[in-house]
């Protein structure tokens, strides 16, 4: 009896053991949920920031884009008023010589006609009209001058400003580039992740395939053969492929203009019906009926566009039956809008 109590007696003394590696455990998930949870507000808070100064960005380059077109503006009626002043004082010159010509005229007249004092009065008044009128001209050549050397100082001031303002822009510009280079991968990144979680929910299947950025349906998975009413039994692969879409839309940033695109695809030979007078139709109604039970499912109607290509973009050129039906499929691609 003694024996018996002590070898339950040890088998008891067990649980300590598993409860203190089970507290341990549990200490070691909270530990990496917390940094995982720390690791997500410092990620959220970088991509806001980037956000902030993308907003930032595009204001500076559209104000300065505004004042380059003010400066422009502003530098060509300069320029035509500098033309016009230009021509101006050409003409006030000509005129200017032309009054000292005739002046020089009057003078030699005067001294060959001495005799007639009635004609040399005439010429001198003449002559002093002259010589006023070319003083005048000369005050408003000067005038003139001045005003085209303020312009000219003001056409380079604004030249200056356009250069510097072209600099900032091409800066700007590349700093835009930049940010918007960010945020194509980080729709990239997003893509991976749902590609990634189709796999998973599709497995081996053959007739739905993750090609590259694509995710390919053969048509018959989802509608009769020259129909665009969805199969009842293509519901479940729908419903999980909308539940995959809808996971992600939580996690992409609002910010981020992403839509999924279907586009249908049909093979080469055409169709004969009074629905679908063509393969580009009846690949644009599988595309829209795609779409709207993607709608009905609760995906957003602003985060996807519908797409038809009918037979013009084949991915087998052959005419087997086989090549046919690789070509009839419906395809979907995270994209930006």
Request: glycine share 6%.
């Amino acid at each position: 009896m003694a024996s018996l109590r002590t070898r339950r007696d040890r088998s008891l003394n067990v649980w300590p053991g598993y409860v203190d590696a089970l507290a341990t455990l549990l200490l070691a998930v909270v530990f990496l949920l917390t940094i995982f949870v720390v690791g997500q507000f410092f990620l959220s808070q970088e991509i806001t920031g980037r956000d902030s100064v993308l907003t930032r960005l595009n204001r500076q380059i559209a104000d300065l884009t505004d004042l380059l077109a003010l400066e422009r503006s502003t530098r060509k009626t300069q320029e035509a008023t500098a033309s016009s002043l230009r021509n101006t004082l050409l003409g006030a010159e000509a005129e200017r010589d032309r009054f000292k010509l005739q002046a020089e005229s009057n003078r030699g007249t005067a001294g060959r006609q001495e005799d007639v004092d009635r004609q040399l009065a005439a010429e001198r008044a003449g002559s002093a009209r002259a010589a006023t009128q070319i003083e005048l001209l000369n005050e408003q050549i000067a005038a003139m001058r001045r005003q085209l050397a303020a312009l000219e100082d003001a056409l380079a001031a604004s030249e200056n400003r356009d250069k510097e303002s072209q600099a900032r822009i091409a800066d700007l510009g590349s700093r835009l580039n930049v940010a918007l280079a960010q945020k194509v991968q980080e729709l990239a990144r997003y893509r991976s992740d749902f590609f990634g979680r189709l796999r998973q929910i599709l497995g081996t299947r053959t007739d739905i395939r993750v090609v590259g950025d694509r995710f390919v349906l053969q048509s018959e998975v989802l509608f009769p053969a020259g129909s665009a009413t969805l199969k009842s039994e293509a519901m479940p692969e729908l419903d999980r492929i909308a539940g995959a879409i809808l996971d992600l839309s939580r996690q992409i940033p609002a910010d981020i203009p992403w839509v999924l695109r279907v586009d249908g695809h049909t093979d080469v030979r055409p169709i004969a019906s009074s629905q679908f007078p063509s393969n580009w139709s009846l690949s644009a109604a599988r595309a829209i009926a795609v779409v709207q039970a993607m709608v009905a499912k609760g995906i957003p109607p602003q985060r996807l566009l519908a797409g038809a290509f009918g037979e013009f973009q084949p991915i087998d050129a052959g005419t087997s039956e086989e090549a046919y039906a690789r070509n009839r499929r419906i395809e979907m691609k995270l994209t930006e809008r």
